[in-house]
DNA sequence: CTGAAAGCGCTAACAG
DNA sequence: CTGTTAGCGCTTTCAG
């Protein structure tokens, strides 16, 4: 394969020249111009990337780190957001280094994963998804310096690019709608609780009940735990608060994975949805609208906070200055027919 | 950042040994080694992998080109196709380099864009998927020596590694199912024939009938189009077919999101799934269990397929020894309860 | 077992 | 505008 220095000698110009060719083609006289590009063509040169990053220190590459799916299958999440990213990678002509990594690693791993990707310096920017209370990744981007953005805020102290999905606002709609609907019996099944938007969802029930003036009842909230399978939790949870002397009547889903668990259930247990018990499900799951009744949902632009992440961060890594740094996407109550009206 | 000089210099050895402490330990003295190793730690230093790339000509880095998807998400396909793939390469410390085109562009630009990923040399094997008719992609990476792996098969008389799923046994125990029932009318719609997995299926469908001596009824097929949205093909087309004189009693659907559209389609036209008329589904979408029937559906391990598609890859790459690289993969037959019994 | 040195292929600063 | 040249950071061969 021809390299840079065939097509110089054999244009019989410098090395120099034929690289302002391709990357300043202003500063060379149209006629060189012309007789190197013939020289590239009939040599079917193109310059060695590998050598290219080297030279230039960088390497127009980013990386997103996703868990390995437990289904055999890219969690929806992931794979809205990889649309997205995929699509904006595209446009500004950047590359994308997709990892995974074992579900559920312990954080130093998890960790170590991270500082390998940063040290080897194979990306020039990284993004990084699903922050998490305290999440020490966000400190080791910070301190190594490297370029990142995530997808998620975090409660830590810190000053850094992130898009994130107004959780607070989506649950706290639902509330409101719930309670026009004249529910007040309104419980709640959240996604496990280091999750940052864990928090920020179950912070929008909180608000979202007060602002209704429906009185806070610890007994209607549950939060999954961490590992297991998302769907048997949402089937227990759901069944525990149904089991209660006085249960809810309507039911907030904080995931899509958990609701299935959760339809699942109040099928076991014996209720009907839309009928005994009303639902809304966090995240519309392509297939909430296929169920019987339709479920009602929360969708989350998680697309365009593909596409948002990723331009902040190749804006970023370009030192194009970017407004915006700090991006809250507002999802969407979508209202189907797994609500009550108890008017 | 620390380089191997630093390293080199500050422990008193030469750059050759620093490298030959990572790259051949055995090859050096272990108080030496030692010594170099307490230094790089010290240094916190890590090999450039640009660098490392250059010089070993090569990336350790495989790629996967997929169209974007028109809805906002990565199809199914690729979400589980990935799934696997990412799973290997964390296994054998592989990179994946995820691109994605824009949908539905002409070949012409298609090639380009997969020229262009190989004359960049910006990873060492490409995964190619979706083959199909006359596959041009395929000719390419042959012609350039590209080392790669096909999720499909051709039509070409070319020996090339690939995985594929068996498509016509799928469809054709689909068939075999359908008459077990007393199905003899039974309909096709199927997937754009350019792709290599469409004429499969669909001469699954044709081998079907034959074994179970049921006439062929070309009024009983429709291909979709290419473009267009696939759910909207599959509205159409099932109306199209239910508005026959004699219409079909069953219909096999050769792809998911079709089968959103088939479904829609059937209940359009006031009949419904299961009672009025049998259904299965070539691919088992996440959904299709969750449908009033449950849908009954082939399923396929593409995610399996993500695995042995991606080890095959590596291992050509790596230049070991593939006994199997030609795997033909058999899809499930899953029974819900959209098929009614005749008998 | 270790060191020296020649690449790997390209970019960018500088001189002309 | 064009040529020269010094890197970029690592691997690998060959001598010793």
Redesign the pocket.
Known sequence: ?A???DVARIS??????V??V??NP????P???ERVCRVIEELN????LS??N????KTDTIALIFPFSKRKRIEHYYSDLLAGITEICFQMNFKLLLSSCPPNIDEKEELLIYKKMIESRAVDGIILTVSKYNDERINLLIDTKQKFVVFGRSNLPLEFPWVDIDGKYGISEAVRYLSSLGHTRIGYIGTPNILMFSKDRLEGYKYGLKRCNIDFNPDFILEASVDGDEVEKGENGVIRLLSHNSPPKAIIVSGSQLALGVIKGINKFGYSVGRDISLICFDDAEWNVHFNPPITSISQPVYEAGKLVSRILIKQIKGIECQDSNVLLKPDLIIRESCKNLN
């Open positions: 394969m390299n840079i220095s019989k110009v410098s090395v120099g020249t690289s302002n391709f990357n202003e500063k060379v006289k006629e060189t111009r040169f193109h310059p060695n050598a290219r080297l030279s230039r220190l």
